[in-house]
Each structure stands twice: as structure tokens, then as C-alpha cells.
């Protein structure tokens, strides 16, 4: 992933590389060198901030290390743009957001999937009312990836590692947090993950939308997108988005017919965002914010409110019953 980060670095003059830091010395150069990068190499990310005065630090870094490069570049002065999730735990993610407010740094997340034309689009939609009063998302997730590696062996792979996106998507269209989730995880049979990969979960939003989410990482066949696949439910109406380029609504028409099924305008949403899209989106939001002295959209006083839906998710699954956020 580091090489996205890089790509985007790399590309816009408002970034200025000035070093890079691995555990794995060899992995760092080696970057540097297929990259024509002439800056210094390190392994400790104190001392390289040091050496380098940087002001801002990206981590790449494997979940596990979040919380310590995370208060390192923190504790040392800088900004810090990571990628998701905040942690493999909610109580090293708080100790993070505290330790922001603290320093009076910026910590913001990557949530490259709200970057994307049709899910701001939606969102724009939803927010102006376009389908009335919003009463019920769902979502539907279900690809069979074979990654190998630590996905197989870790515990609640596809909640923990994928449905942060999904969930913080959910908060995004909806514009709030979540305040309890029925959570049933499971394996299915034939699946390749030591944990569950498969999960149905029943959030109660605080705004009372109800927000289904639907999931595997083991359902061979007819993929949907990794943005999941959406309808949106308000009083007025109803729009869709496969998670590709067909996002679509049917509204009634007015004056409100009083015909057994009321008569419904069809009609394509028209793109009402000119950002760039994905990571590079996300990044430029970043930039943008702190260029302007306020918090960015993903910051990780907002992220953590997509963290607590992945762990009371997983509270419930553990427990069988309904928990509240
Ligand atoms: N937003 C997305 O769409 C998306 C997609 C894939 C991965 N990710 C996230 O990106 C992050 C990195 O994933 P990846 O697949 O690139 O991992 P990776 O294992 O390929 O690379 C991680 C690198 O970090 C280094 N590292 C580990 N601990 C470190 C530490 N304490 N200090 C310095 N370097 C350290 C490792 O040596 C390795 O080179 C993860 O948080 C992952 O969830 C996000």
C-alpha cells in the first residue's frame, strides 16, 4: 500500500518526501532506488523524524503498529495521515485519538472508499433530501478473495480488515453514528479462513435509520464490488449503487399518485463531485484541511465511530445477543 502513498507523494508539489522508514532496512532502500528517491533511509521512525525536521509522517505500517508509529510522529511534532484501521483493537485506537487531542496534532485515517463519484454523490442526494426522510441501508458484500497470509489465520477477518470501509460508508451516506448491532458471524462451509468469514449484522443508526450489512469473504461467484452493493430507503424514494458507475433512484412523482403502487420517477444521478477519487481523493481532502487549520473529514475522532461498529460488532457476535455502542 506504502506505494500508492507514494505515488501520491510523488505527484503533487505540495509534498515534499524527505525520508523513508522500515523495520526492514533493505525493504526502505529498495523503495527508494525503484523510485529514484535520493532521500535517507531509516529503521527508527523517532530518529528519523529528527534527522529529517519532517512535519508530517504517512504510516503504512501493519495495523499492529499503528498505535506506537502513530504516538511516535505525534509525540514528535508531526501531522499524521495513516491507513486504515485506526488499530487491531478500540483501545488502542482511543489512546491514539487522545493522545491527538493532547498534542493538538492532526491523526487522520484513510477512508479511500467515501472518495469515490457515485457514494459522494449519494451522499449529496440523501443529505438534500432527494429521497425524503431516510429510513433503511443495506448493503451487500460478497467476494472470495485467496489472499494467503495473515487474512487465513487472523480472527473476525472480514470485519476487522474489510468491513471497517463498509461501516464508515454506511455513517457517511447515513450522517451518523451507530447505536446498537445484532451481529451473527460465521464460516461457511468450503471457506479457506481459520476465522469467520462471513458475517450479517442489524445496526439501529442514531438518527433510528436501520442499516443492514451483509458479508463474505468466502461466496464464490457473481462478485459484487469491494464498495459493497447499496439501496437507500427514505419517504420520497429509493436509490441504488452496484459499488461500480450505476447509481440510480426512483422517486415518486408528483402530485403523488393515490394507485395501489404510487407512480415513480426513474432517473440517473448526475455526478456532483470534480475531486479526485479513491486514495488520491482522500489525500487531497487531507492536504486541504490542514492547509486550511481545521480537521479533516476522516479524522480519528470521527473514525473511531466506524471502529466501535466493527468491535460492538464483534462484542455481539461473541455474546449472541444485541449490543449497544
Ligand atoms: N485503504 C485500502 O484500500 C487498503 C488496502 C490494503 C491495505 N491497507 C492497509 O495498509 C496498511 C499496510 O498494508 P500492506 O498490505 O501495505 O502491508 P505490508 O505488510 O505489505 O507492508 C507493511 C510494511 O510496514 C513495515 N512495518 C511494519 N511495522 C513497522 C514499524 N513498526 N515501523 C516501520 N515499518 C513497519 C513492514 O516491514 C512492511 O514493509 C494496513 O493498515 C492495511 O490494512 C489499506
Keep these: ?12 508539489e505540495h509534498v515534499e518526501l524527505v525520508g523513508l522508514v522500515d523495520l526492514n532496512r533493505q525493504a526502505a532502500q529498495q523503495k527508494a532506488e525503484e523510485r529514484n528517491l535520493d532521500i535517507a533511509v531509516f529503521t527508527d521512525l523517532e530518529e528519523a523524524i529528527q534527522e529529517t525536521k519532517a512535519d508530517l509522517l504517512f504510516d503504512v505500517t501493519v495495523p499492529t503498529a ?5 504516538s511516535t510522529g505525534l509525540h514528535a511534532g508531526c501531522h499524521v495521515f495513516g491507513e486504515k484501521p485506526m488499530s487491531d483493537n478500540l483501545k488502542h485506537a482511543q ?3 487522545d493522545l491527538a487531542k493532547q498534542t493538538g496534532k492532526t491523526y487522520a485515517v484513510m477512508q479511500n472508499r467515501r472518495y469515490w463519484k457515485e457514494i459522494r454523490t449519494l451522499r449529496d442526494k440523501v443529505e438534500q433530501g432527494h429521497l425524503g426522510k431516510l429510513h433503511t441501508i443495506n448493503s451487500d458484500f460478497f467476494l472470495a478473495p485467496h489472499f494467503g497470509g495473515f487474512r487465513e489465520e487472523m480472527d473476525h477477518p472480514l470485519l476487522i480488515d ?5 461501516f464508515d460508508q454506511a455513517r457517511f451516506i447515513s ?22 468469514a462471513s458475517v450479517i449484522c442489524i445496526f439501529e443508526m442514531e438518527n433510528d435509520v436501520v442499516y443492514t450489512y451483509r458479508g463474505s ?6 462478485r459484487t464490488s469491494w464498495n459493497a452493493d447499496w439501496r437507500v430507503i427514505g419517504t420520497q424514494g429509493t436509490a441504488t449503487w452496484d459499488g461500480f458507475d450505476k447509481l440510480e433512484s426512483e422517486t415518486m412523482k408528483e402530485p403523488v399518485s393515490d394507485s395501489f403502487l404510487r407512480e415513480m420517477e ?3 444521478l448526475n455526478n456532483t463531485w470534480q475531486g479526485e477519487e479513491t486514495h488520491f481523493g482522500c489525500l487531497d481532502a487531507m492536504f486541504e484541511a490542514i492547509t486550511e487549520g481545521r480537521l479533516p473529514e476522516t479524522n480519528c475522532f470521527d473514525n473511531i465511530e466506524s471502529m466501535k461498529m466493527v468491535f460492538a460488532a464483534i462484542e455481539s457476535a461473541e455474546k449472541g445477543q444485541k449490543v449497544y455502542l
Design 1 to 12: 500500500m506504502a506505494n500508492t502513498w507514494l505515488d501520491y507523494a510523488q505527484q503533487k
Design 66 to 70: 499503528h498505535l506506537q508509529v502513530v
Design 162 to 166: 474489510m468491513a471497517i470501509h463498509t
Design 95 to 97: 489512546e491514539m485519538a
Design 175 to 196: 450522517g451518523c453514528n451507530a447505536k446498537s448491532v445484532y451481529c451473527h458471524e460465521f464460516n461457511p462451509s468450503g471457506s479457506w479462513y481459520d476465522g469467520n
Design 217 to 222: 469473504w468466502a461466496a464464490e461467484g457473481l
Design 266 to 268: 426513474r432517473q440517473s
